[in-house]
C-alpha cells in the first residue's frame, strides 16, 4: 500500500517509500502523552504550541487509533508489537516475556522518565507513574533496565554531549502528560521539550497513549511527527495504531517488524 502525504502548500498526493532496511536515520524521540481524544487536543486553544508549531511544522495523522484501554498495554503495544496478554494496569513487573523494541536495539535506547526516583523504578512515586514506563516490564531488560532506564534530567545531558541514542522514550510525568493536568500543562510542557530535540537532528513522535472513547478499541488519539525530513504541515489519512508507529520506527531503524507491527500500515519516520 502506499503512503500518502497531503501537504498544506501543495495539490494532489504525494507517495512516500517505505525505508530500507538498514537505512542510516536521524534519532527518533518517541513522547507519550496521556487519556485525550483527537478533537480535545487538536483545534483546542489550550494546546497552542502543539496546533501553530508542531503540526505546522510536521506531520499529522488523523485517522488513528489506540487499541486499547488503559494505558500499560498501550504502551506495550507500541513497544513490543502486542498488549503482550496483559489486560490491566496492574500487570506485575518483570511480567511480559516476549522481544520488544529496546532488546532489538540493545544499547542503542534509551528511557528517560519525569520525576522517576531512582533508575528503572518498579514502583509508583508521586507523579511518576511505572504503568508508564514499559522496560520495567520486560524480562529480557533485567540487566540492561538500570543503565538506560533513567530519569527526565538526563535526556539534557546527553543532548548536550551529542550522545542522544537511536531511539529515545520520553515519558512525562502524570501532569506533564496531561493525565492529572489540563491540556493546557502538557502543551507547554512539549514547548519546554521537544525545541531542543529537534535542534539536535532528532525525529520526534508525539502520541497519545489512549483516548476517552472506545473508537478503535482505546479512541480516536493524535499522532504528530516532526523532524528532519518530514514535510511541513502535512497530514497523513491512512488508518493507523500503535502498531504503526513501531512499524515506523523499526523500518527506520532497519529492524525486523514485531507481531502486529508486521502487518500495519507503518508510520512515515525519515
Not at 26 to 45: A, D, F, K, Q
Not at 148 to 173: E, G, H, K, Y
Request: net charge negative; with cysteine.
Amino acid at each position: 500500500m502506499l503512503r500518502h502525504l497531503v501537504a498544506s502548500a501543495m495539490i494532489g498526493l504525494v507517495a512516500v517509500p517505505v525505508p530500507k532496511a538498514g537505512a542510516v536515520s536521524p534519532p527518533i524521540v518517541l513522547i507519550l502523552m496521556e487519556n485525550h481524544e483527537y478533537g480535545s487536543v487538536i483545534g483546542s486553544r489550550s494546546a497552542q504550541y502543539i496546533n501553530k508549531t508542531l503540526v505546522r511544522d510536521g506531520l499529522l495523522a488523523t485517522d488513528y487509533h489506540a487499541p486499547f484501554h488503559p494505558s500499560l498495554p498501550n504502551y506495550l503495544a507500541l513497544t513490543s508489537g502486542s498488549n503482550d496478554g496483559c489486560l490491566s494496569d496492574s500487570c506485575p513487573r518483570r511480567s511480559i516475556a516476549a522481544d520488544n523494541l529496546f532488546n532489538q536495539l540493545g544499547s542503542g535506547w534509551k528511557a528517560y522518565e519525569q520525576s522517576m526516583p531512582s533508575p528503572c523504578d518498579r514502583g509508583n512515586s508521586g507523579r511518576y507513574a511505572v504503568r508508564h514506563n514499559p522496560p520495567p516490564y520486560f524480562q529480557d531488560l533485567e540487566s540492561t533496565c538500570a543503565s538506560q532506564d533513567v530519569a527526565l534530567p538526563a535526556l539534557a545531558t546527553d543532548i548536550a554531549n551529542s550522545s542522544l541514542p537511536a531511539f529515545s522514550f520520553v515519558t512525562p510525568n502524570l501532569c506533564g502528560d496531561m493525565h492529572d493536568c489540563p491540556v493546557s500543562m502538557g502543551d507547554h510542557w512539549l514547548a519546554a521539550n521537544v525545541p531542543q530535540l529537534l535542534d539536535a537532528g532528532a525525529v520526534v513522535i508525539v502520541v497519545w497513549d489512549e483516548g476517552t472513547t472506545d473508537q478503535g478499541g482505546g479512541g480516536h488519539v493524535a499522532c504528530i511527527v516532526d523532524g528532519p525530513g518530514v514535510a511541513r504541515h502535512s497530514t497523513d489519512t491512512d488508518a493507523l495504531t500503535h502498531y504503526s508507529v513501531l512499524a515506523g520506527i523499526e523500518n527506520a531503524l532497519g529492524l525486523p517488524r514485531l507481531r502486529h507491527a508486521r502487518r500495519a500500515t507503518a508510520l512515515p519516520i525519515p
